[in-house]
């Protein structure tokens, strides 16, 4: 009956499809001259949907945005709006439950002790409706099916299952094939009409988790003392997304229930869509499974006073662990406002990374660490700011003035006329680049919804943008930046804010694996047509020739727009002469005998073109991008830098100076303490990233020697990678005429080989870092090199044990035990064929659940847990993926060296692809058995150890205390 009732409607659909396009097409909004040909449609109880179609792959973003966030947060109740964005993913009555009528009164009496323990003050009161509420929410889950809505993403072949709340949205993102419409229409509509809140504990865990990870994050506390000072009486300054630790700890589901019902309507919300589909059929999918949804005719609207006028400049601190820096910021209405463009001109003016006042005047000349300016763009207000980062020895008041000073230049139009036009077509270049990819389009549709921008004042910013004057834009600077902004210093120091909270006693839920919802059994057993894989063939996807002086060229000629990318690639790196890094850094402040650094910059960034050069351990990348028009110009003008590039003894000195304040600034931050601790642990004391010059060395060094470095690099063996609009015939004739090489090139010196050592004991190695969560990591290297014949298992392995939301390291960690806000494991395929497989594991978790953390991962990692309905949906997935994964432009020659690194000569996805499709649960868990059961670990923790159960931790393994010295080599 119900296969009956699906082709019923199924038929209706194309009907409507068929019989109604010429009417849908009359009711889309269209703008002229629109670079992404949007159509807007709404529907009748006012849903927004957004469409723009692009071709290039078989596969669809979709953002689903509603227009509420963390400003619509009740004071009492901060984060709410964050915390909800989660319970979207935790089902419905129709799935996420294998009997909604016997859970939900389960459900509701959680609901009922949540509002008691809110109220409650008493800490032996609080722990025990707590203990009620873990027995209750067990007993619940016998009935859940956890993670069942990544289940149902995981069948359609959906990627990048996530979301993410800001101060006036939630969004919620997914991309589909472009055969699954009706199915993710289907489940988007269940999802967002009839959410039910279960498993609430464990995800608040995971919430606080995510705040703990903010709280060791000081540019977000400097972000959020910014607003604050800024915004003394609206949501933006009074409160945060993530919510206080506080309220977060005393949540209110009959709170989050009224939120959900007062903003999660029709006429409050926009479907979002860039990519492969027939505009008129999905209108007719959208408008069946969500026309029916209620629309709301009592949407709040914030009423709140006008923020006061800042007269003098307002002063905060924000203390913590990372290096010292500050940020000023000027308030400005919000992105509707006509400002915007002008704001977004004074950002390129500015700071662009090359060519602005900031670049030229603070970076190039060394005045400050770093240095940066732009827009924070909400809806309701903006605000333009600037960040600096002070070098050894300088204050932070001092680093501040050099930026006032810049402010000073632009109101006076101390600058060229000709860098705003520059900045326009610079602007232009970056709408370019935003519109390459579906996620870009796509997000530009979130922002005008969102923002209350029409999306014809969208489309038509830019123009608006290049007919603003110097003499206007001097005016607005004149009028608007005066004393009338916030300052917030970042100064080192223990932060008293920070609230130590004991993990509560959680009884992990049942996870019911092997269970499914009729709804999803419905959505994979929906007919689609296929869509067949398109695997790449080396010999016809790319061009490969031979340039002047033999020099291999790997070419892909781009034909969607004028962008382009060209590489000089070097099987050398840091490994080779470890003073290369050093020598590429010094690059970016020298000139040549014709040219000062700042011209150069100007002229690269006039043609809306920029270089970078780096070294990594095994290879250098030389590299230039921009505009193919002026790619000639550009190259001709960077060659002759690598060539010509003249000595400055002064900007070394600097130099020097700015590299042992940047290896300092390093020893404070969390994730360089926990990279540099990693590295240790696959490495050995004896590591690449070790090998750099020492601080004797770079005082002692003598610039001529980087310069013969930087002049002697293209004479050295390499290949060129182009991806651009050039035929290759006019790309031979510009490379033999501009690329400066010698008639024979050099072989590239001898490096150092660098040995990962295999692991035969179990160690710990504990490196200090004072915070609220501690960072671990299991790692795990038997020696064994890279063997293509396990690399379809391998894939299907990770994808069913620790690939997504739907695998088991997510299931167990983060849902069942509420460890964690992220987690994860995986064996890893090597780079190179003399490098061996490394298993790994992380989590960042509070320091009282790390004993919790490393028996659940041990447990799951060494027992693995077998569910047939897991392994054929990680199964699926990772076909109907591989079915329409198309791997395009520049990424086709970045394939082909990666397979070429492990001796290989096709692309490795079509034998995945094939031998997946046969593979059964038994082969991931043979696979399990001799690849991953029993290894041996060295077990990395960053954490305090005052805060740590050492004694636990010994049992794992002999306790090694790493100093920052030890790891970091200086």
């Given amino acids: 009956m119900r296969k009956i009732c699906q082709l019923i409607q199924l038929s209706i659909i194309i009907l409507l499809v068929s019989g109604c396009s010429k009417s849908t097409l009359s009711l889309y909004e269209t703008v002229p001259n629109d670079p992404l040909n949007t159509r807007i449609y709404t529907l009748d109880n006012g849903m927004k949907v957004y469409m723009s179609v692009n071709k290039e792959t078989p596969r669809i973003q979709t953002y689903i945005a509603v227009r509420v966030g963390g400003k619509n947060d009740p004071s009492t109740n901060t984060g709410l709006a964050h915390y909800f964005e989660h319970l979207m993913f935790k089902g419905t009555p129709k799935f996420g439950t294998q009997d909604y009528e016997k859970e939900k009164p389960l459900l509701d009496q959680i609901e009922g002790l949540f509002e008691t323990y809110g109220k409650t003050t008493d800490d032996a009161a609080r722990k025990e409706i707590y203990k009620q509420i873990d027995s209750l929410s067990y007993e619940a889950s016998k009935f859940a099916i956890p993670n069942e809505y990544d289940k149902l993403m995981s069948a359609i072949g959906a990627n990048g299952t996530n979301a993410y709340t800001g101060f006036d949205m939630t969004v919620y993102t997914e991309d589909i094939p472009s055969n699954q419409i009706e199915n993710w229409a289907k489940i988007q509509s269940e999802r967002f009409s009839n959410n039910v809140i279960r498993g609430f504990h464990t995800e608040l865990e995971t919430v606080y988790e995510e705040k703990n990870m903010s709280l060791t994050r000081d540019s977000r506390k400097v972000y959020e003392k910014l607003l604050a000072s800024l915004f003394p009486n609206h949501p933006y300054g009074t409160q945060t997304v993530l919510g206080t630790q506080e309220h977060l700890k005393n949540p209110s589901i009959t709170k989050i229930k009224e939120y959900y019902k007062t903003w999660y309507v029709p006429n409050n919300m926009a479907i979002c869509l860039s990519g492969d589909f027939d505009p008129d059929q999905m209108i007719q999918v959208i408008k069946t499974y969500f026309g029916t949804m209620p629309k709301s005719d009592s949407i709040p609207t914030l009423s709140l006073a006008k923020e006061p006028e800042i007269t003098e400049p307002v002063q905060a601190e924000v203390l913590g662990l990372e290096a ?457 290297n038997r020696g064994e090199t890279f063997d293509p014949a396990i690399d379809p298992v391998l894939s299907l392995y990770n994808e069913y044990f620790g690939g997504s939301m739907n695998a088991i390291v997510f299931q167990e960690m983060r849902e069942a035990r509420g460890l964690a806000y992220s987690a994860g494991a995986s064996l890893n395929t090597p780079s190179k064929l003399k490098y061996p497989y490394i298993y790994q594991s992380f989590i960042a978790t509070q320091n009282d659940k790390m004993v919790d953390a490393l028996k659940a991962f041990h447990s799951i990692i060494d027992d693995m847990p077998q569910s047939e309905k897991a392994f054929n949906l990680a199964k699926d997935g990772l076909i109907t993926r591989l079915r329409t994964e198309r791997i395009i432009k520049s990424n086709v020659l970045w394939n082909y060296i990666q397979a070429e690194d492990l001796g290989l000569k096709t692309d490795t996805r079509k034998a995945l692809f094939e031998q997946v499709q046969k593979m059964t649960l038994q082969d991931v868990k043979a696979f399990q058995e001799k690849w991953i059961k029993g290894r041996k670990y060295i077990y990395c923790i960053l954490g305090d150890e005052k805060d740590l159960d050492l004694k636990n931790l010994e049992s794992y393994g002999p306790i090694q205390r790493l100093s920052q010295e030890d790891i970091f080599g200086y």
């Avoid at 080396?538 to 034909?559: E, T």
């Avoid at 000195?653 to 304040?661: E, H, P, Q, R, S």
Wanted: aromatic residues 10%.
């Fill in 324 to 780: 010292e820096n500050l940020v000023l910021g000027w308030r400005f209405p919000g992105v509707a406002a006509d400002s915007t463009g002008m704001l977004d001109l004074i950002g390129q003016i500015m700071s662009n990374g090359q060519a602005g006042l900031i670049d030229l005047n603070l970076i190039q000349q060394q005045k400050v660490l770093r240095a940066n300016a732009g827009t924070y763009a909400m809806a309701d207000y903006s605000a333009f700011v600037m960040m600096a980062t002070p070098k050894q020895g300088q204050t932070l008041e001092q680093a501040k003035d050099l930026l006032l000073g810049e402010i000073e230049k632009l109101k006076t139009g101390d600058f060229d006329e000709s860098l705003i036009e520059a900045s326009i077509n610079n602007l232009k270049l970056y709408q370019i680049y935003r519109m390459e990819s579906n996620a870009g389009r796509a997000n530009w549709f979130v922002n005008s919804f969102i923002n209350g921008v029409d999306w014809k004042n969208a489309v038509t910013k830019l123009d608006r943008t290049s007919k603003i004057t110097k003499e206007e834009l001097v005016a607005f600077a004149k009028k608007n930046f005066g004393n009338n902004y916030a300052v917030v210093y970042k100064r080192q120091g223990k932060d008293p804010n920070e609230l130590k909270i004991a993990k509560p006693a959680i009884t992990p839920i049942v996870m019911n694996r092997d269970t499914s919802s009729a709804f999803l059994e419905e959505i994979k057993a929906a007919k689609v047509t296929p869509i067949e894989p398109v695997f790449l063939d080396y010999s016809k996807d790319m061009g490969q020739f031979k340039a002047k002086s033999d020099i291999p060229v790997l070419y892909k000629q781009n034909v969607t727009n004028d962008l382009f990318d060209i590489l000089y690639v070097y099987e050398m790196g840091n490994n080779n002469d470890k003073l290369l890094g050093t020598a590429f850094q010094y690059l970016k402040y020298l000139g040549t005998s014709k040219m000062t650094p700042k011209q150069i910059q100007s002229e690269f960034y006039k043609l809306a073109c920029s270089f970078d050069v780096f070294s990594s351990n095994e290879r250098v990348y030389v590299s230039l991008s921009g505009l193919g028009e002026n790619m000639p110009k550009a190259l001709a003008l960077f060659e002759e830098l690598l060539a010509d590039a003249q000595v400055n003894k002064e900007a070394y000195t600097n130099l020097a100076a700015d590299i042992l304040k940047n290896r300092s600034d390093a020893k404070l931050n969390q994730g360089a303490n926990f990279n540099k601790l990693m590295q240790y642990a696959i490495w050995g004391p004896v590591s690449p990233d070790k090998n750099i010059p020492s601080a004797s060395e770079l005082k002692q060094l003598n610039p001529d020697e980087l310069i013969k470095k930087i002049h002697t690099m293209t004479s050295f063996q390499h290949r060129i990678l182009y991806y651009g609009p050039m035929s290759q015939e006019a790309l031979t004739a510009e490379l033999n005429k501009s690329h400066r090489v010698p008639e024979k090139l050099l072989p590239v010196p001898a490096g150092i080989d660098f040995k990962q050592q295999v692991i035969t004991e179990p160690k710990v190695l504990l490196a200090k870092y004072d915070a609220k969560q501690i960072y671990m990591s299991m790692v795990s």
